[in-house]
């Protein structure tokens, strides 16, 4: 069964910084696009960033850019979301997701991130 | 970017009866290299994960009960669940995947009435 699990998330203060981690088993991701989808407490689902099978390509929503970097280790079966400069506005459940090409049929089960004072 | 609209924001269906959620996206998801409508169904119960349903618009993932269809083509798609379950109760978000950034819809919550 193809499984992947988020860790990494936790209370930070606005300005600091958090990585995320997202391992996969049950299958390799080094064919998968990989993402990055959050929730805020009580809305919808907000994509914010993914990553090409090899690396090689990296798109973030324009709320992100220049704050957070996405990437992966294939060796290791995982990719991660390095986040800076966090806002309140960051806070939310964060899910890793993944597909061939952009279709994301296998989805962790999210790690909380929260940012606050 | 590609702004989905979803409609109703929820409804409310009898077990048995039909559901159907539309999708209006502000821009053709309609590939003309392949053909093919980027727009993919989710369906989120409380405390999970989002789950997929339906991608290219109308083909329905391995495992999914074939009283889901997604039909449409463009810029307007619907998600039909023909015979409501109470196990449907959920969240059910459209999704573009034609351009970045990927977008959802605002999503659409279906209750039993």
């Known amino acids: 069964e193809r499984q992947l699990v988020e860790s990494g998330g936790d209370l930070v203060q606005p300005g600091g910084s958090l990585r995320l981690s997202c391992a996969a088993s049950g299958f390799n991701i080094d064919k998968y696009w990989m993402n990055w989808v959050r929730q805020a407490p009580g809305k919808g689902l907000e994509w914010v960033s993914n990553i090409r099978s090899d690396g090689s390509e990296k798109i973030y929503v324009d709320s992100v850019k220049g704050r957070f970097t996405i990437s992966r280790d294939n060796a290791k079966n995982s990719m991660y979301l390095q986040m800076n400069s966090l806002r309140a506005e960051d806070t939310a459940v964060y899910y890793c997701?993944?597909?061939?090409?952009?279709?994301?049929?296998?989805w962790g089960r999210g790690t909380l991130v929260t940012v606050s004072s | 970017d590609f702004v989905m609209t979803q409609s109703p924001d929820s409804l409310a269906v009898s077990l048995g009866e039909r559901a159907t959620i539309n999708c209006k996206s502000s821009?053709?998801?309609?590939?003309?290299?392949?053909?093919?409508?980027?727009l993919a169904w989710f369906q989120q119960k409380p405390g999970q994960p989002p789950k997929l349903l339906i991608y290219w618009a109308s083909t329905r993932e391995s495992g999914v009960p074939d009283r889901f269809s997604g039909s449409g083509s463009g810029t307007d798609f619907t998600l039909t669940i023909s015979s409501l379950q109470a196990e449907d109760v959920a969240v059910y978000y459209c999704?573009?995947?034609?351009?970045?950034?990927?977008?959802f819809g605002g999503g659409t919550k279906v209750e039993i009435k």
């Open positions: 999704h573009q995947y034609h351009s970045d950034p990927l977008t």
């Open positions: 997701a993944g597909g061939t090409g952009w279709i994301m049929d296998v």
């Open positions: 821009r053709s998801v309609l590939s003309s290299a392949d053909n093919k409508n980027y």
